[in-house]
């Protein structure tokens, strides 16, 4: 059977919406916050004030305790007691797991954090490298153009060194020339 809800009803489910979206926005608010995104002091003022309108709107909802029975006056404080209790457990596990989340967003935080650090290295590191192959390649080609030049240097000592021989033979020629007058 389905009963149809009052105002108050309605009234505490929309509350209650707001509140699941206040808290996802602070959330949101803080992954952003924490990977140093754009928009991340917007979304936490925005889901700040919005939490803060919800408190002050549970703060003026006056709740009527349901009717109970009162054959045995104890029961009631004990129930109640109970259901507290139960609702704090409740709310203690909640929060609970929010840390759990907050400090696993964290964590991968970090790990992204690192990981561009590593990658920032790498470009630091390649370009580097490209610095080098470029003055070996400016290397590369002075050693080609030193070894056209020693090529012919080489020729041209050759050439000097025959025409030196020549020279020789002459100068040879010419001195037993004179000396056997």
């Given amino acids: 059977m389905s009963k149809s809800l009052t ?5 505490k489910m929309w509350v209650d919406r ?3 979206i206040g808290a996802a926005v602070v959330i949101i608010g803080a992954l952003f916050k924490i990977l140093h995104w754009k928009f991340a002091n917007e979304l ?5 004030f919005t939490e803060a309108g919800i408190f002050l709107i549970y703060a003026t909802m006056t709740e009527t305790p349901p009717e109970t029975p009162t054959s045995k ?17 409740d709310v203690k596990t909640s929060i609970d797991d929010t840390n759990k989340n907050i400090a696993f967003i964290s ?3 970090n790990g992204l ?3 561009e650090d590593k990658f920032a290295t790498m470009g630091k590191t390649l370009d580097q490298l490209n610095e080098f192959y470029g003055g070996l390649k400016n290397v590369s080609e002075t050693v080609t153009s030193s070894v056209g030049d020693a090529a012919r240097t080489k020729d041209q000592l050759n050439t000097l060194a025959n025409n030196l021989t020549e020279l020789n033979a002459v100068y040879s020629n010419m001195i037993h020339a004179i000396k056997g007058k």
Avoid: H
């Fill in 113 to 115: 954090k690192e990981l």
């Fill in 73 to 89: 006056s104890g029961i009631n404080n004990t129930l109640d007691s109970k259901e507290l209790v139960d609702a704090l457990k």
């Fill in 107 to 109: 964590t991968s935080a």
């Fill in 7 to 11: 105002g108050k009803q309605i009234f």
């Fill in 18 to 20: 707001f509140v699941s």
């Fill in 44 to 48: 936490l003022i925005v889901g700040m």
